[in-house]
């Protein structure tokens, strides 16, 4: 064998290596492109966020003005045990 063919089998033998390895690298990243990919049922909840944050933060709303409500009953509650009228802030007259 001459030193030319020597030659030009062992650039074949490299060509087909680096073909192996773009191949096998290739699926590798297709592999990952495929694991980043979002599926349906995320892109449904993202698309859901506003709507589940609004009404979120107008529960929150609620629980604030029920709270102070409470407050406020609790408070009268606790004068009028006291025999002070929560409103005029005398003696309770009944």
Known sequence: MTALTERYSAELR???????????????????????????????LVSRLPEIRTALNRSRALAGRLEGRRAGLEEGSEKLEEGICPFFQESCKT
């Open 14 to 44: 490299a060509i087909e290596l680096a073909e192996k390895e773009i191949s096998d690298e290739q699926s590798t990243l297709e592999q990952k492109h495929q694991k980043l990919t979002v599926d349906e049922a995320a892109k449904q």
